[in-house]
T-cell receptor, first 114, second 112 residues
Framework: DGGITQSPKYLFRKEGQNVTLSCEQNLNHDAMYWYRQDPGQGLRLIYYSQIVNDFQKGDIAEGYSVSREKKESFPLTVTSAQKNPTAFYLCASSIGTSGSNEQFFGPGTRLTVL | KNQVEQSPQSLIILEGKNCTLQ??????????LRWYKQDTGRGPVSLTIMTFSENTKSNGRYTATLDADTKQSSLHITASQLSDSASYIC???????????FGPGTRLSVLP
């Protein structure tokens, strides 16, 4: 059963704490992405990775960090430096980074900072 | 500035009726345009992809159109069903880098 999974589905964090969101795919995709979704706004790119051990900042990378040690995994850490972390976070993957390649999205993680 | 605008922001229709959602973009250079369906609390799922040379593409009850000259796209849903209730997101890909520009979405509610 191929797909992309994210965990946990809901996450609560106290201010000042770092938290890591998991993203795993078994589609054998090279490219992976992290987006943030806020009400009334389009998805915004946080980080993306085109290949293992390589990743690039997106439009809103400040306060976030990622790693890509394995092809299947692309975890996102929300650090205490992120001023407004409460949001819905979506992970996606694609075969490559060509324009026609479809992005497949995970089910998302809703992060709430208390 | 690359932007994607969608209208209406939200829409309520009765089951069985048709509807059309609009997408206007200023993304350049243009590569392709996708329509996604996103159920509440879930990730988006691709419905169609339109390239520069394509004017119309259908996927079941969903028909997308593209006018590359006016930079407009529409998504027409025929004979709506309750399961069509979702947000519909227009995404335009630029030929430059990893530039996917997402619209804010249209929230569609289909009532019985």
């Amino acid at each position: 059963d191929g797909g992309i999974t994210q965990s946990p589905k809901y996450l609560f964090r106290k201010e000042g704490q770092n938290v890591t969101l998991s993203c795993e795919q078994n589609l054998n995709h090279d490219a992976m992405y992290w987006y943030r979704q806020d009400p009334g706004q389009g998805l915004r790119l946080i980080y993306y990775s085109q290949i293992v051990n390589d990743f690039q900042k997106g439009d809103i990378a400040e306060g976030y960090s990622v790693s890509r040690e394995k092809k299947e995994s692309f975890p996102l850490t929300v650090t205490s430096a992120q001023k407004n972390p409460t949001a819905f976070y979506l992970c996606a993957s694609s075969i490559g980074t060509s324009g026609s390649n479809e992005q497949f999205f995970g089910p998302g993680t809703r992060l709430t900072v208390l | 500035k690359n932007q994607v605008e969608q209208s209406p922001q939200s829409l309520i229709i009765l089951e069985g009726k048709n509807c059309t959602l609009q997408c206007n973009y200023t993304v350049s250079p243009f590569s392709n345009l996708r329509w996604y369906k996103q159920d509440t609390g879930r990730g988006p799922v691709s419905l169609t992809i339109m390239t520069f040379s394509e004017n119309t593409k259908s996927n079941g009850r969903y028909t997308a159109t593209l006018d590359a000259d006016t930079k407009q796209s529409s998504l027409h849903i025929t004979a709506s069903q309750l399961s069509d209730s979702a947000s519909y997101i227009c995404v335009v890909r630029s030929n430059y880098g990893q530039n996917f520009v997402f619209g804010p979405g249209t929230r569609l509610s289909v009532l019985p």
